[in-house]
C-alpha cells in the first residue's frame, strides 16, 4: 500500500509540475511574441513587468525542481521532496493564487472574463494557477509547514509591490517609470492595496498550508495498518529489501532508504534501534540479491 501510494503521488507531482512549466512557457512565449494587444499594452519585453508573468515564473521554477524528484521516487520507489523546495513551492503557489483571485475578480468585472481568460493568459491566469494550486494541496505533500513558513510567501509579493510603487507612484510613467496598468495607484486610493494585499496574501498563504498539511497527516494515516506493531515495521522493511534486492539493475550502487525506515518507525511502536532497522535492511537486501 505505501509503495502505490508513493507511486501515485510521484506520477501525479510530475505531471502537474510537467503541466505547470509549460503552461509559463507557452504563456510568456506568447506574450513575448506579440508585439501588439489593443487590451493590453504589457507585451513583447514588457510582460515582465507584470506580477502574473513573474508570480508564473517563480512558481514554474519550483515545479521544474519537483520534477527530478518525482522521477528519482519512481526508481526508488520513495516519495521524497526536500523542506526547502516546499516552502519555495509555498511562495510560488501563493503567488499564482494571487494572480487567479486578482484576474477572477478584479480584472474580469473591468475587462471581461472572456479577455482576461483567454490567449496567453489562459495559460497564466487560469491553467497553470490551479493546477500549481491543486497539486500543491493535495499530491506534492511530504511535509508539514508552520506558521512561521507562511511568511516565506509574503516576500515575492512585498519585493514586487515595492518595485511597483516605486516605478509608478515615485518615479510615474512621464519621467520613465511604468504606467498604472493594475489601476491600484489611479482607479483607487493607493492606502487600500498597500494595506490590504500583504494580509491577503498570508491569509492565502495559510489556507493553502492548512490545506497541505491536512492532506500530508491524511496520506501519512492510511500508508500504515492499524497495528502499528514492531511485527509490522519488520515485515515492511524486510519486504521492500527484498524487493529492491530484486528489481534494481546489474551495477546499481546500494542506498539504504533511511528517511523511509524513519517514517516507518515515527509511525510504529517498538524497542527496535534505527541501526537495527537499517542492518535489517542491509542484511535482507544482500540475501535476496540475484547478482
Not at 516565506?152 to 504606467?179: D, H, S, T
Not at 509490522?232 to 539504504?256: C, F, H, M
Request: hydrophobic share 50%.
Amino acid at each position: 500500500m505505501l509503495e502505490q501510494q508513493n507511486r501515485k503521488l510521484c506520477i501525479f507531482s510530475l505531471i502537474s509540475a510537467i503541466v505547470v512549466v509549460l503552461c509559463t512557457c507557452i504563456g510568456v512565449v506568447m506574450n513575448l511574441t506579440t508585439l501588439y494587444d489593443e487590451n493590453f499594452d504589457h507585451m513583447g519585453i514588457r510582460t515582465f513587468c507584470m506580477f502574473t508573468v513573474n508570480s508564473n515564473i517563480l512558481v514554474a521554477m519550483g515545479m521544474s525542481l519537483v520534477i527530478p524528484y518525482t522521477i528519482d521516487g519512481l526508481q526508488k520507489r520513495f516519495y521524497h521532496i526536500p523542506k526547502w523546495l516546499m516552502i519555495f513551492l509555498l511562495a510560488g503557489t501563493v503567488a499564482v493564487t494571487l494572480t487567479f483571485l486578482v484576474s477572477l475578480f478584479i480584472l474580469s468585472p473591468v475587462k471581461g472574463f472572456r479577455l482576461i481568460f483567454t490567449g496567453s493568459r489562459f495559460y497564466l491566469h487560469a491553467l497553470g494557477p490551479i493546477t500549481a494550486i491543486v497539486a500543491f494541496s493535495f499530491f506534492i505533500s511530504d511535509h508539514t509547514l508552520s506558521w512561521k513558513d507562511s511568511n516565506y510567501a509574503l516576500i515575492p509579493v512585498f519585493l514586487y509591490a515595492c518595485v511597483y510603487y516605486v516605478l509608478v507612484v515615485v518615479i510615474g510613467e512621464e519621467r520613465g517609470g511604468w504606467n498604472d496598468f493594475y489601476g491600484f495607484a489611479t482607479r483607487i486610493p493607493v492606502w487600500i492595496p498597500m494595506v490590504l494585499i500583504l494580509p491577503l496574501t498570508f491569509g492565502i498563504a495559510t489556507l493553502l498550508r492548512l490545506q497541505h498539511n491536512w492532506m500530508f497527516r491524511h496520506l501519512r494515516e492510511v500508508s500504515v495498518p492499524d497495528e502499528y506493531s514492531e511485527e509490522y515495521l519488520r515485515d515492511t522493511v524486510k519486504w521492500l529489501a527484498e524487493k529492491n534486492a530484486l528489481s534494481e539493475q546489474p551495477g546499481t550502487d546500494l542506498v539504504i532508504p533511511r528517511r523511509l525506515i524513519r517514517y516507518l518507525m515515527d509511525t510504529t511502536e517498538g524497542d527496535m534501534s534505527f541501526r537495527e532497522v537499517c542492518i535489517l535492511y542491509l542484511d535482507t537486501y544482500l540475501e535476496h540479491n540475484k547478482i
